[in-house]
C-alpha cells in the first residue's frame, strides 16, 4: 500500500474487525510518518452479496412478468363477456342495471328476513 500524502511505501500498525467480514487496518507511512485506515471485505461477502441481489431482481421480474399476465387474461375475460353480451344481444349497460337491480332486491329480501 503507499501513502496517501507522499506515495512513499507503508507499514501495518494494527488489524482489527470492524464489521462482519471487514477488516480495518491502522497503516503508518515509513517515509513521512502519515497515519490512516484501511478497510478490507472479503471477496466472497461481496460476490455473495451481488449473487442475492441479482436472485432478488430475477424475482421481483418474473412477479412483474406474472402481473402482467394476469392483467392481460382478465383484459380477454372481459371482452369475452362483452362479444358474448353482444352477440346474445345484451347491451353492456343493461346487464349492468339488471345487475344493480337483482342487488337491490337482494337487499330487501335480507332486511326483510332480519325483521323477522
Do not use: W
Amino acid at each position: 500500500m503507499i501513502c496517501t500524502e507522499c506515495g512513499g511505501k507503508t507499514k501495518v500498525i494494527e488489524t482489527r474487525e470492524s464489521e462482519l467480514f471487514t477488516l480495518r487496518r491502522r497503516r503508518e507511512c515509513v517515509a513521512c510518518g502519515e497515519r490512516f485506515n484501511t478497510y478490507e471485505v472479503h471477496e466472497r461477502v461481496v460476490a455473495s452479496a451481488q449473487d442475492a441481489m441479482q436472485k432478488k431482481a430475477r424475482a421481483i421480474a418474473k412477479q412483474i412478468e406474472l402481473t402482467k399476465l394476469r392483467v392481460l387474461a382478465a383484459n380477454r375475460l372481459h371482452e369475452g363477456a362483452d362479444k358474448l353480451a353482444a352477440e346474445l344481444g345484451m347491451h353492456p349497460k343493461s346487464i349492468e342495471k339488471r345487475a344493480r337491480k337483482g342487488r337491490e332486491h337482494l337487499k330487501k329480501l335480507r332486511d326483510r328476513a332480519n325483521k323477522l
